[in-house]
T-cell receptor
Framework: QKEVEQNSGPLSVPEGAIASLNCTYS??????FFWYRQYSGKSPELIMF??SNGDKEDGRFTAQLNKASQYVSLLIRDSQPSDSATYLC??????????WGAGTKLIIKP | KAGVTQTPRYLIKTRGQQVTLSCSPI?????VSWYQQTPGQGLQFLFE???????NKGNFPGRFSGRQFSNSRSEMNVSTLELGDSALYLC?????????????FGEGSRLTVL
């Protein structure tokens, strides 16, 4: 059973600090990695995707991928209250299935 | 540009009944995938359609089925409803393969089974 695991949280971070969200996956052949944000009562929306080892930056968001250790993380710099949401990690596995984590609830405290 | 449209948004059914949910993807998107979301379970993949063909299927019983029409609109059907089928059903569309690009989600159909 291929799995994607995330800490369910809630993760509480002060406004202006860095929020660090982590995700581990079991299928070593996974090739694509996605972070989605889901506000309460809303649908998920894509924040970032990453395919290669290393870091990928987009504004305040940085995705980090380490295939050897089978983890992917999302850093949010200068956290804002509007970043409060559930963050979903999704992994495209070796069978072209997209496996989703259960999500981490992030709370940014003003 | 219109987003992904799902109907109905809310529905209540009783055990043993069946339900059909509809999804209209973004214009030009040919891939439609369906997900079940329940608290604590996250998103569970149901199936994905591309050009009227089911390309991928998750681990759900045969009571869950779907189809895609020539205009890329998709429907999913759940027969012989069980209490555990109560969930938010999300549809997502993408241009080509769902696993290499951005998924655009609809607002979902919230099903309650009594």
């Amino acid at each position: 059973q291929k799995e994607v695991e995330q800490n369910s949280g809630p993760l509480s971070v002060p406004e202006g600090a860095i929020a660090s969200l982590n995700c581990t996956y079991s299928d070593r052949g996974s090739q694509s990695f996605f972070w989605y944000r889901q506000y309460s009562g809303k649908s998920p929306e894509l924040i970032m995707f990453i395919y290669s080892n290393g870091d990928k930056e987009d504004g305040r968001f940085t995705a980090q991928l380490n295939k050897a250790s089978q983890y992917v993380s999302l850093l949010i710099r200068d956290s804002q209250p509007s970043d409060s949401a559930t963050y979903l990690c999704a992994v495209g596995d070796s069978n072209y299935q997209l496996i989703w984590g259960a999500g981490t609830k992030l709370i940014i405290k003003p | 540009k219109a987003g992904v449209t799902q109907t109905p948004r809310y529905l209540i059914k009783t055990r043993g009944q069946q339900v059909t949910l509809s999804c209209s993807p973004i214009s030009g998107h040919r891939s439609v995938s369906w997900y079940q979301q329940t608290p604590g379970q996250g998103l569970q993949f149901l199936f994905e359609y591309f050009s009227e063909t089911q390309r991928n299927k998750g681990n759900f019983p045969g009571r869950f089925s779907g189809r895609q029409f020539s205009n890329s609109r998709s429907e999913m059907n759940v027969s012989t409803l069980e209490l555990g089928d109560s969930a938010l059903y999300l549809c997502a569309s993408s241009l080509e393969r769902w696993d290499t690009g951005e998924l655009f989600f609809g607002e979902g159909s919230r099903l309650t089974v009594l």
